[in-house]
Nanobody, 123 residues
Framework: VQLQASGGGLVQAGGSLRLSCAPS????????KGWFRQAPGKEREFVAA????????SYADSVKGRFTISRDNAKNTVYLQMNSLKPEDTAVYYC?????????????????WGQGTLVTVSS
């Protein structure tokens, strides 16, 4: 495991969760920059991305206005604050890192992935 995601859990619709992601072990040089999610029976989809300096972000339309991605470079950690959660947000959430620039949304651009953390939103 190169990236460690945490913070998932069970929450009621309308609730909030904050996910965190940081490199684990010897991979401290990897800078996490994106969040993706995969619901059962569906393909992995882009959720949000942030550049290294933290001044550029990108969001999927489905989460705009509800989710906020941020980073703390002193801790080399990326966060995903999720508010107003809906049952359709239920998925395994993965953090990822790439070695390029910008805020790409294509999973193929990302070189490193975490193991995922499960978010379940009940109605």
């Amino acid at each position: 495991v190169q990236l460690q995601a945490s913070g998932g859990g069970l929450v009621q619709a309308g609730g909030s969760l904050r996910l965190s992601c940081a490199p684990s072990g010897r991979t401290v040089s990897i800078n996490p920059k994106g969040w993706f999610r995969q619901a059962p029976g569906k393909e992995r989809e882009f959720v949000a991305a942030i550049n290294w300096s933290g001044d550029v972000t990108s969001y999927a339309d489905s989460v705009k206005g509800r989710f906020t991605i941020s980073r703390d470079n002193a801790k080399n950690t990326v966060y995903l604050q999720m508010n107003s959660l809906k049952p359709e947000d239920t998925a395994v959430y993965y953090c990822a890192a790439h070695t390029g620039v910008g805020v790409p949304s294509a999973p193929s651009v990302y070189n490193y992935w975490g193991q995922g953390t499960l978010v379940t939103v009940s109605s």
